[in-house]
């Protein structure tokens, strides 16, 4: 048996894609194995949205390249737009592009042992060519499923390579994602994700498709006890009827909106290329927190934006200070060749930079505390996630909460109810009555701790 080692860099996309690609070696009869331990295959899938991605794609390559007795295959965005860049590095094997991922079992098996070292797979972007559904023959170590409905982004931020990287929006076809929901939920699967590239545009290349249609057809055909949750979607794409949707189906949809901001300056929104302006954005989410009690806002904020200036700086911190965020993710600007913020001047500094970056973290940590004080009192549906001690588990709930609690029952991977009772400091402390589930003992537990920087 063949053993074969993934490493997987970048977004959810690249971890459900890697995911995909163990499911097909699985069927060929691979071992999976860690990527640290001894393989036949190192299969690195990379990703190039920053500088510090290159970096760190380059690094993992090299790593995997001193076994001189493996294969090193290389895929993702930056075997996308820098092939051949990565075939200065010695060690590699094969590269393949990004439209010819799902296919690079087959490539792998089919190389010729006498071709000339590396063997770069390229091929130009491709509307025709349609997602292949994916059916997983077991469960993997996540306990939510992730579906990729959709790939491909023709938004063309001027900041982004992605577009270069990911080609065209292609969407899956509305029948094949019901498939694969149908699968998972099979596997006993209680949260599905869907997810994309540019999520927003599912159907944008089919008749009479788009993604409220697409959640209504989950909704009425995949009954069960299971939830759906939502990946990034852009501001531009969140209509009253998505709001609409996610609020009249509380147990089915989570409440949970990432929606990027970039900027909160009207001026460098412009210069993104981004469409739409702060004004809209701040009604946008006001209107959602008002509609969905208790959603989760999540988003994107880039600072040091070529001619990003005080001004600009201060326009988004007072955007951003004056909306219920639960979280932020936070970007120093980073500069892509063949993108056109390449050439915008002048750049920011990276100390200016840093420092506008902490003072946006600062802000976060603020606002997820306000979010989870609004929590006590109200009763939430967590996901539990993992074990952690004897006692211990930590669950997700369905408004982006992590939270660490104890059970005397196994019950990973189940959905639960618990009452968020109070804080301490960082400790949110709740009751979950375990009757439901062992009526001959009613019980109490207390919530441990809530993880309020949750990494993702």
Known sequence: MKKIAFYTLGCKVNQVETEQLKEEFIHRGYEIVDFTDEADVYLINTCTVTHVSDRKSRAIIRRAARNSQALVAVTGCMAQVAAKELAGIEGIDLIVNNLDKENIADIIEELDPEQERP??????????????????????????????????????????????????????????????????????????????IHTGFYGKDLDNWDLLRLLNKILTDSKGDYRIRLSS???????????????DNPTRMCRHFHIPLQSGSNRILKDMNRRYRREYYHDLLQGIAARIPGVALTTDVMVGFPGEDEKDFQDTYDLIDSLPFMDLHVFPYSRRPGTRA????????????QARSQKLLDLAERK?????????????????????????????SDNYIEVSFQSPYDVCGELIRV??????????????????QNPNKQQLFRIGWVNTGRSR
């Not at 390449?342 to 930079?353: G, L, N």
């Not at 997820?368 to 997700?396: A, P």
């Not at 709740?430 to 009757?435: A, K, L, S, V």
């Open 119 to 196: 063997v770069i797979i390229e091929c130009s972007p491709d509307k025709a060519r349609r997602l292949k559904p994916i059916l997983y023959s077991r469960q993997h170590k996540r306990t939510r499923a992730f579906v990729k409905i959709q790939d491909g982004c023709e938004s063309w931020c001027s900041y982004c390579i992605v577009p270069r990287a990911r080609g065209p929006v292609r969407s899956k076809l509305p029948e094949h994602v019901l498939q694969e929901i149908e699968q998972l939920l099979s596997l006993g699967y209680r949260e599905i994700v869907l997810t994309g």
């Open 419 to 436: 009452r968020v009772e109070g804080i301490n400091a960082k400790r949110v402390e709740g009751i979950w009555n375990t009757g439901t």
């Open 342 to 353: 390449a050439s915008i001047t002048p750049q920011v500094s990276p100390q200016e930079k």
């Open 368 to 396: 997820h505390k306000d979010f989870i004080s609004g929590q006590v009192g109200q009763e939430l549906t967590l996901l539990v996630e993992k074990q952690t001690g004897e006692h211990d588990y930590t669950g997700l």
């Open 233 to 247: 979607i852009e501001p531009l794409e969140v209509s009253q009827e998505l709001i609409d949707l996610i609020g």
